[in-house]
């Protein structure tokens, strides 16, 4: 009996040992941070790895994860400049940058940012109309984020990017907006066939001219190579006819100079006279002109005569 009391109690001390382990020695987990208060106040902000807490004196009052996360809102109506009453919804990225903070700066921070875009998100769509609203997206996510990481410095919070999710107009809004970009794809489209046309007239007017203009060219170039043709055809003739001219003219001197070197008689240059006078005399011309020695015809007679009978 005695030695089972003894195993009880020795059970029992150990296990109240390992409980006092495990609560004074801490194993701190990557991208956590835990916060240690001895007797009350902040000691220290502890990082991952292996850490031995005094016992009885220092506690882990808050964990503290330092990964970024992610707050989605629910819808909220907001009203626009132009009275225009729009439901939005955001999502907020950020992160703890400071344990400290984020345990002392305040009692419900994540309450806090929630509050802190609603609020902000409505004073910056109030200042914008409906249309601005719809197209400036953008900006409006770029001044929330400024001023929520600006106003959550005090809470060892870091906000990285607020983007907003949906921008709901009334339906009434929605349909009179649906509508109205209906007719202004109706009339880009008709612009668009409009210009389509334009251009397609000027290409067949341009394609048009430079016809003519081709044309024009090509019976220009066509006159100049038949002007061109004309005159070399003419400049060929006239050598062609000086070349007979000059063929005859030498045929001619030279039966002068066989007619000299022959030394006719006076027999032969009258009966070469004769022969003119007959050529003249065939009954073609009109007109006859009977030279003025006509009286020398007998004796033209006779000497033919003699030169025959020679």
Known sequence: MTTQIIIGVIVVFAIAIIVFLSYYIRIVPQTQVYVVER????????????????????????????????????????????????????????????????????????????????????????????????????????????????????????????????????????????????????RREAILQAEGRKKSEILIAEGEKQAQILRAEAEKEQAILKAQAEKEKQIL????????????QQALADSIKMLNEAAPTQEVLTIKSLEAFAKAADGKATKLIIPSQIQGIAGLAAALKDVVKE
Do not use: C
């Open 237 to 248: 003739e006239a050598a062609g006819e000086a070349e007979a001219i000059l063929s005859v």
């Open 39 to 186: 007797l009350g106040s902040y000691r220290t902000s502890l990082g991952a790895g292996l850490h031995l807490l005094v016992p009885f004196i220092d506690s882990v009052v808050n964990k503290v994860s330092l990964k970024e996360d992610v707050l989605d809102y629910p819808p909220q109506p907001v009203i626009t400049k132009d009275n225009v009453t729009i439901q939005v919804d955001s999502v907020v990225f950020f992160q703890v940058t400071d344990a400290k903070l984020f345990t002392y700066g305040a009692s419900r921070p994540i309450l806090a940012i929630q509050q802190l875009t609603a609020t902000t998100l409505r004073n910056i769509i109030g200042e914008m109309d409906l249309d601005g609203t719809l197209t400036s997206r953008d900006s409006i996510n770029a001044k929330i984020t400024r001023i929520l990481d600006e106003a959550s410095d005090k809470w060892g919070i870091k906000v990285n990017r607020v983007e907003l999710k949906n921008i709901l107009p009334p339906p009434a809004i929605q349909d009179a907006m649906e509508k109205q970009m209906k007719a202004e794809r109706e």
